[in-house]
Nanobody, 121 residues
Framework: QVQLVESGGDLVQAGGSLRLSCAAS????????MGWYRQAPGKQRELVAR???????TYANSVKGRATISRDNAKNTVYLRMNSLKPEDTAVYYC???????????????WGQGTQVTVSS
């Protein structure tokens, strides 16, 4: 059993900042990539940022320069810091991890339940 639990979602004013956290727990052997996606009402889920186990990062163009993804491998935790928030950043933010569980021979993608970020203008 694997759980990804997000925290840090909030209602913030435009121009503000927040930090999301996501902790993975359970029968985890190895975590490869970790990342954040978001889904706004009526829109498809989209990648926000991704980070490899070695720290290589990828960002969506819409958040480049405003977002920083990081991870603590010892804690199986990934973070997303977002600055200069815009109303269009309003969405449910989902954490994901590509990981291997004990007893398994293949990696699989796991998702958190999501945390709401609302940016008011």
């Amino acid at each position: 059993q694997v759980q990804l639990v997000e925290s840090g979602g909030d209602l913030v004013q435009a121009g503000g900042s927040l930090r999301l956290s996501c902790a993975a727990s359970g029968s985890i052997s190895t975590i490869n990539n970790m990342g954040w996606y978001r889904q706004a009402p009526g829109k498809q889920r989209e990648l926000v940022a991704r980070i490899s186990v070695s720290g290589t990062t990828t960002y969506a163009n819409s958040v480049k320069g405003r977002a920083t993804i990081s991870r603590d491998n010892a804690k199986n935790t990934v973070y997303l810091r977002m600055n200069s928030l815009k109303p269009e950043d309003t969405a449910v933010y989902y954490c994901t991890a590509y990981l291997l569980t004990y007893g398994s021979t293949t990696f699989g993608a796991y998702w958190g339940q999501g945390t709401q970020v609302t940016v008011s203008s």
